[in-house]
């Protein structure tokens, strides 16, 4: 059943003070006022390596026949519809993490350019996988991939649970859709992660997922996605802090047989 997100004036105020919402506070007004940001106040916002901007998406737009991501490419502008969470979230990771979007733009172009538009290729299969549900990790304790490997999510989540909270494990939201389906209260949240391996030097993985997507060796396949049960994450959801969650929730599903994932990369 396709997601349809509540109303702006029907959702919970709860659900913005816990993880993924939570970390989007510096637009709380955006996302918890009377009323939604304009295209002016969104562009206002932008960081000054964004180049690109947000447009209006409407019929007007639309007839220009350009493909989404050739549009932005062609002309740098982010279709954008008015009073809707999805655009909005979209704007959100725009303005966090452009360096990451415009390098997938970039890949899009280049997959359009070879299969057409009716067409898709696998890696725009995972690219599209990527920003629509996408999240970042970083670890700092190669161990847990043992866990992770053969989706002991009771290992990963419960018994290593202080590895999310102490900085052996980190995790950065990207995917929009999922900032989305967050608004629902409750809702069992799992992205798809790319991996990091970091020692203790090293900081947070975003600008070398930039570059690792720009330059082609990730995002070919879905398969090199993980699946992350975000909500087994500390905080992330109401059941979290009880063992008998991570022992039952539905959004913990075994290893598919075959099933293996690529080593992460490493910073």
Known sequence: MRYVAPARSAVEPAVFSRLPLAAWQAHAGWLQGADWPSIDALNAAR????????????????????????????????ATRAANWHDLFNALVWLRHPAIKRALNARQVAEIAHMGIKQRSRAQYAMTHFDEAGV??????????????????????????????????????????????????????????????????????????????????????????????????????????????????????PLRQGRAYPPPARL
């Not at 992205?191 to 060796?217: Q, W």
Request: one cysteine or more.
């Open 47 to 78: 960081p000054a390596a964004m180049a690109e901007r947000f447009v209006a998406q409407t019929p007007a737009l639309l007839d220009d026949g350009l493909h989404y991501e050739q549009r932005i490419a062609a002309r740098g502008e982010i």
């Open 136 to 253: 970042i990790v970083t670890l700092r304790d190669a161990g847990l991939l043992a866990l992770w490997d053969a989706h002991d999510w009771l290992g990963l989540f419960w018994h290593e649970r202080a590895a999310w909270q102490d900085g052996r494990a980190s995790v950065e939201m990207f995917g929009h859709a999922l900032l989305e389906h967050a608004l629902a209260p409750g809702k069992l949240l799992v992205g798809k992660a790319l991996v990091f391996l970091a020692d203790a030097n090293h900081g947070e993985s975003a600008m070398a997922c930039a570059a690792a997507i720009a330059n082609g060796s990730l995002l070919h396949d879905p398969l090199d996605l993980r699946p992350l049960p975000l909500s087994g994450l500390p905080g992330w959801h109401p059941g979290s802090a009880e063992e008998a969650f991570h022992r039952q929730t539905p959004c913990y599903q």
